[in-house]
């Protein structure tokens, strides 16, 4: 008992500190004191926020941000924040977890009536980036930036071969043929037409939507073990099983892009992360992007974006609102370089001065958020496992799916 009194001791102290703290981080220099965080993967872009952050305080009279990017595990510290109420007046929230914190109704604060009274208009940014960070008709988050696949190619294996380039007209089929026709096994430089990305499942399940697959049936069940998914599952597995396709890690390569990058496959699916990346590290490689091909049924792609938002515990939810309106204006998104703007005008006047990111601004019409429900991040593991399974032979996509199925069904119980 003594020790239990003891802990509980501690913890009061400790969240009493943390209170204390954030009563004195209220205001600095006589101003509102802000505070603003997001993960620090990227260095291009922490730079940007740091000049935004600047930028906005040197705006501003009576409000002051500071910008705190986590290196690291950015949700489990951001988690233990908000559990004890530290957590930064704004912050950055991946798609993925935007539905498992809409499932914990306390965390959140809706920005319905900031958008009310403010020059930011929800219209004013690409429909599905805003309906991705909305719920019941209330948005929860601006979207500060965007992503979707692009089909990148390397334009010499191409000439090479003696092959016209990727279009959008292709399919999937069309897809296979010409990688097999890419793949030269043997000599001293052997190359291959694809790389796949083996331990997840953000490739695949794009496949499945084009073969007519959905992840979740109308009742909220899993369905990805449907005909149609065990289908999507077989042909990207062909992949694979014609020699076409290999793993970043049999060429030395720690991702796709690395491998595409190094010319050992002359095709990927990756996001316009890999256009800087390539510029830095393979400044000399001459490659192009077209869309995913489409499938039997139709076209699909994920859409992976991050929005600003604020939590219910924010000491100062209109100062908040003031940063977010700052840092999604449309000065603020003609600096990003490391993703295609969420404004609707900003994004086309990108892509007018950068055409090669067309492919990706286009799939953001049909792109469905990449999410995956409550459970999302456990889901997403559990369809990744299913996905090894198959592309190292260990199960047929059958029961691969079918066990993924069962899977998630249990983790959407808990």
């Keep these: 008992m003594v020790g239990w009194v003891r802990a509980c001791g501690v913890l009061a102290a400790v969240i009493g500190l943390a209170l204390a703290s954030g009563c004195r981080e209220a205001r600095r220099d006589g101003k ?5 965080s997001g993960y620090a993967g990227n260095p291009a872009e922490t730079d940007l926020m740091r000049e935004l952050v600047d930028d ?20 489990p510290k951001l988690l233990t924040m908000l559990a004890s109420r530290t957590a930064p007046d704004v912050f950055y929230l991946d798609i993925l977890y935007f539905q498992p914190f809409i499932a914990k109704r306390s965390i959140l604060l809706p920005l319905d009536d900031f958008l009310a009274t403010s020059s930011t208009k929800a219209s004013d940014f690409i ?7 909305s719920d019941k008709g ?10 979707t696949f692009g089909l990148y190619y390397n334009r010499e294996s191409f000439d090479r071969a003696g092959l016209s380039y990727p279009s959008d007209q292709w399919d999937l089929f069309r897809f296979r043929d ?5 793949t030269r096994n043997t000599g001293p430089a052997p190359r291959h037409g694809f790389a796949l990305t083996p331990e997840t499942a953000d490739r695949f399940l794009p496949v499945a939507a084009m073969f007519g697959a959905r992840l979740y049936a109308p009742d909220g069940s899993c369905a ?12 990207y597995a062909s992949l694979r099983g014609s020699g076409a396709a290999i793993f970043p890690s049999e060429v030395g390569s720690s991702w796709a892009g690395d491998a595409f990058g190094r010319e050992q496959a002359a095709m990927v699916f990756e996001g316009s992360w890999l256009t800087p990346y390539l510029a830095e590290s393979f400044p000399r490689l001459g490659y192009g992007i077209s869309q995913l091909p489409r499938g039997p049924a139709g076209r699909s792609n994920f859409l ?3 929005a600003y938002v604020i939590p219910q515990s924010a000491r100062h939810p209109e100062a908040s609102w003031k940063l977010i309106e700052y840092l999604t204006s449309a000065s603020a998104q003609e600096r990003i370089t490391f993703a295609l703007p969420s404004r609707k005008a900003v994004s086309a006047r990108f892509v007018s001065k950068h055409p090669q990111y067309r492919p990706i601004l286009d ?8 999410a995956f429900g409550p459970q999302g991040n456990r889901v997403n593991d559990r369809l990744g496992l299913a996905v090894q399974e198959v592309l190292l032979g260990v199960k047929s996509p059958q029961q691969a799916l079918a066990e993924a199925a069962a899977a998630i069904d249990r983790i959407n119980r808990l």
């Design 32 to 36: 509102i004191a802000l505070r603003l």
């Design 56 to 75: 906005f305080n040197a705006s501003q009279a009576q409000i002051s941000a500071r910008y705190e990017p986590v290196p690291g595990q950015y949700y």
């Design 127 to 133: 429909p599905s980036l805003i309906g991705a960070f």
């Design 138 to 147: 209330k948005v929860y988050g601006i979207p500060k930036d965007f992503n």
């Design 178 to 182: 010409v990688a097999e026709r890419l």
């Design 224 to 235: 990805i073990a449907s005909p149609a998914g065990v289908k999507a599952m077989e042909y």
């Design 304 to 306: 992976f974006t991050v």
């Design 363 to 370: 799939a953001a019409a049909y792109a469905e958020p990449y």
